[in-house]
């Protein structure tokens, strides 16, 4: 009876342990410079605003930029975690707009190659510090790559970032296409970036969601778009994330709209049935 009642309690707190673990969103294009970094950024501001904790994650080891855009250097980032000369929360950057960031190790091609020991202890960092958070939003680079197919694979869900142009819709779906083939049934989210119009925003994104369809047999749903808007060059100009500087802008009013289009999408069509060290576990290779 006792051991029963035990027993019952370990499993309500596995449960309520699993339910607060952070939601998990990578966002990735086909295409470079459509604007990735800006919209993690900037997306992460917006759902401070309405009241989340957010981790940023920049894990584009090519080019770390994220620190740029929000005018931060960072002294510490993953790689002084991975060589065990720091701990996770003592390189996590808390910036004055309430967002929280890591620095990715820049230099790693692959963490996948990390010794034994330092991958479970990353893994065991990023599971203590998961639950003290609403999203963490991973900033990847562009394209098809092992690295970019690496950090969608084990997300909640992947946010593809296209722009109207050809090119960029083009690579939108070969991005898309090598998601679905790594990870069948991944829910797949979709934003256009620097649309003259919401008419054009749809085209685009009913362009994309219907290849998607009929290729792939797969759903791409659409979450948004942003606005062309000159307040976003302005910003990284400044160093300033545009959410910030210019709440009130075009761009912004969109990001508003984004965030509250992801905070209505119930819990059941994403995977929150992990503790986030899944996500560090998979992208490891552990
Ligand atoms: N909505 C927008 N309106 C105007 N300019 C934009 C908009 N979004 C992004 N840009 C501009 O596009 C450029 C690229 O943006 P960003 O660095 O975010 O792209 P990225 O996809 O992260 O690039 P990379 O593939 O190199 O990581 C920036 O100079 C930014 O100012
Ligand atoms: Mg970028």
């Known amino acids: 009876m006792v051991a029963d009642q035990a027993t019952g309690l370990r499993e309500m707190a596995e449960k309520n342990k699993v ?32 009241g989340k ?12 930029n994220v620190n740029v855009l929000l005018g931060i250097i960072p002294k510490f980032n993953l790689y002084h975690v991975i060589k065990g000369h720091k701990t996770l929360r003592e390189i996590i950057i808390s910036t004055p ?15 996948a190659d990390l010794p034994e020991e330092a991958r ?13 958070y609403d999203f963490m939003i991973i900033d990847t680079g562009a394209g098809v ?10 997300a909640d869900e992947v946010i593809v970032v296209t ?30 970036n620097r649309t003259t119009s919401s008419l054009e925003g749809k085209k685009v994104a009913e362009r994309v969601i219907n290849i998607t369809r009929q290729f792939l047999s797969a759903e791409v749903e659409s979450i948004g778009f942003i606005y062309e808007d000159e307040n976003v060059p302005r910003s990284v100009r400044k160093q300033q ?17 984004v965030s509250a289009r992801l905070l ?11 503790s986030i060290g899944h996500f560090f576990r998979r992208l490891l290779g552990a």
């Open 19 to 50: 339910t607060s673990r952070a939601r998990v969103l990578t966002i990735t294009s086909g295409k470079g410079g459509v604007g990735k970094s800006s919209l993690s950024v900037n997306l992460g501001l917006a759902l401070v605003k309405a």
């Open 53 to 64: 904790k957010v981790l940023l994650f920049d894990a584009d080891l090519g080019m770390a």
């Open 97 to 111: 707009d309430g967002l929280d960031m890591i620095a990715g190790a820049s230099g790693y091609s692959s963490l």
């Open 120 to 132: 479970h202890s990353l893994i065991e960092s990023f599971d203590e510090i998961s639950p003290e």
């Open 145 to 154: 790559g092992a690295n970019v197919v690496g950090f969608a694979s084990p």
């Open 163 to 192: 722009t109207p142009e050809p090119t960029a819709i083009t690579d939108a779906y070969g991005v898309i296409k090598s998601i679905v083939m790594s990870s069948p049934g991944k829910p797949l989210r979709l934003i256009v």
């Open 241 to 257: 994330p545009y959410y910030s500087l210019y709440p009130k802008s075009k761009a912004s009013s969109c990001l508003n709209a």
């Open 264 to 274: 209505n999408i119930p819990e059941d069509s994403f995977q929150t049935n992990e």
